[in-house]
């Protein structure tokens, strides 16, 4: 059964792409049919997926704008072995052009049912703000992840999302529900990362993932070679993270 995964967080920096490009080549990697969406005008998993953005001409704008079907936009990543939904600043215009578009909150949500059927899992990397275009991935998504570093600021913006969410659920998207808070760049040297880990885990509970993203220079170095890490680095401590936590969330998808 298909999984769509929104992967958000307002707050910028804190791993949302590099969870979005690794967590799908690592599902792959345990033999599942995965898309990629890039929701985000950066295009940063666009280039970190190994492909340009500059020069394409047709991506996820097209789409929201109802000029191309997704199917005709995806690509086809290797060696992620994942398909892509790319992004570039075009993208950016698509916020102010769907305002005045009919079910402008859901384009994206019924973009996706022609090719669901061609997936497993969909996983949606939103931008680093709650605008429409992140509303669009969490009205698509049935679950959120949410990357956050452990650091004070943090747990602040946290709320804000969650109310955001609370007020998806109420209005769009009856079913969507947190998935998890994935711990991202940690260091365990780190007292203040201790101490916001320890919190997290007293208030959410089980809804935060047991796995845990080290703050790992081959992990960093990967997007500039334009490969998820598993084919930068497999030995490395955040390919092996990475790997833990597909399982994390294969094991969510079957119960």
């Not at 690509?75 to 916020?95: C, F, M, R, T, W």
């Not at 780190?190 to 101490?195: E, K, T």
């Not at 796995?211 to 598993?230: C, D, H, K, Y």
Request: proline share 5%.
């Amino acid at each position: 059964m298909l999984k769509i995964l929104a992967i958000a967080n307002q707050k910028g920096g804190v791993g949302k792409t590099t969870t979005s490009i690794n967590l799908a080549a690592s599902l792959v990697n345990s033999g599942k049919r995965v898309l990629l969406v890039d929701l985000d005008p950066q295009g940063n998993t666009t280039m970190g997926s190994g492909v340009d953005k500059r020069p394409l001409d047709r991506t996820l704008y097209h789409v929201l704008l109802g000029e191309q079907d997704i199917a005709s936009v995806r690509l086809s990543v290797d060696p992620g072995k994942y398909d892509l939904i790319p992004a570039n600043q075009d993208l950016a215009g698509a916020e102010v052009e769907m305002v005045a578009l009919d079910a402008r909150e859901t384009r994206l949500k019924t973009a996706l049912q022609s090719v669901s059927g061609d997936y497993d899992f969909i996983l949606i990397d939103c931008p680093p703000a709650l605008n429409l275009l992140t509303l669009n991935g969490l009205c698509a998504a049935h679950a959120v992840m949410i990357p956050m570093q452990c650091e004070y600021y943090a747990l602040e913006g946290l709320s804000d999302l969650v109310n955001t969410i609370k007020r998806v659920r109420s209005r769009f998207n009856p079913s969507i529900r947190i998935e998890g808070l994935l711990r991202t760049m940690f260091d365990p040297r780190n007292l203040l990362a201790q101490q916001v880990s320890e919190q997290l885990q007293q208030h959410f509970g089980d809804k935060v993932y047991q796995t845990v993203i080290p703050r790992n220079v081959r992990l960093a170095e990967a997007p500039g070679f334009g490969l998820p890490i598993l084919y930068h680095d497999r030995q490395s401590k955040g390919a092996q993270a990475y790997l833990a936590l597909a399982n994390e969330v294969l094991t969510a998808a079957s119960q």
